[in-house]
């Protein structure tokens, strides 16, 4: 029998199957520039927060990579809620793309000066963006299992392609990205979805955030106790001069 595939011993079946392969290096070249992609559809689908389905919908011409903040161009038609959207794209993503798209590029116009035909100066616009493979669910089941990574959390959580879905709402909540820019990120109608159900609690650093809170002041609570003849507990008795709020309105934020 085989042994596994694992990040163990990959750089040794690498090796393997260069030195089987060696005779045939277009195909090995076409195999590399496959991993490449997948790779990067994997970063797309983890930064873009775009759904399989929404992705393999891209194409070439929906690209705008020369704008201050690059962009694709989902199509109403190609969406989940049926409303069109300019998804950012984050700028080594966009460099990736980039190098993705020249290097397509370079290839097709190496087999049309090998069929004497006309070289092509840029890829056709409606040329997939991506090869996403229908059973594109069996290739991540394949690449979890050699990186050694559970299919299931201890939850019980399914990691698959809508998991990176997930991923990227919740890595930015986990940033501090405002809950407003992260429900529009997401395109979700209500806040309560992107946080409540596309948000993982457990991976929130909740303790970093209380180190954020403000100190108390300390000089103020002296000033508070100075000033009365019994125990005066700081922030809530002397909320001006404690918490340097005004109490004009009855209200304050603690």
Not at 59 to 74: C, I, M, N, R, S
Not at 140 to 152: H, N
């Amino acid at each position: 029998d085989e042994e596994p595939l694992t990040l163990a011993n990959l750089d040794q079946a690498e090796a393997r199957a260069r030195e089987i392969l060696k005779n045939r290096p277009t195909f090995v070249a076409g195999l590399e520039r496959l991993g490449w992609e997948r790779a990067l559809v994997y970063k797309t689908l983890a930064l873009t927060g775009l759904r399989k389905g929404e992705l393999a919908s891209l194409t070439v011409g929906q690209l705008e990579l020369d704008e201050a903040v690059p962009y694709v161009v989902l199509a109403a038609a190609d969406a989940k809620a049926g409303r069109g959207a300019e998804i950012a794209l984050r700028a080594d993503l966009a460099d990736d793309i980039r190098s993705n798209l020249a290097d397509r590029l370079a290839t097709l116009q190496q087999q049309a000066l090998a069929r004497s035909e006309s070289i092509p100066s840029s890829l056709p616009v409606d040329q997939p963006l991506f090869r996403i493979p229908a059973d594109m669910i069996r290739v991540l089941d394949r690449d979890l299992d050699t990186a050694g990574i559970p299919k299931q959390d201890d939850r019980g959580r399914t990691v698959d392609i809508h998991a990176m879905r997930h991923t990227f709402a919740t890595h930015m909540n986990k940033n501090g990205v405002a809950p407003r820019t992260v429900q529009h990120a997401m395109r979700h109608s209500t806040i309560d979805l992107t946080m409540s159900t596309y948000t993982d609690p457990r991976l929130l650093d909740i303790a970093g955030a209380l180190d954020k809170l403000p100190a108390p002041d300390q000089e103020g609570e002296a000033r508070c106790s100075a000033g009365s003849n019994r125990h005066v507990e700081p922030s809530f008795a002397c909320t001006s001069a404690c918490t340097n709020i005004s109490p004009s309105d009855g209200q304050a934020v603690i």
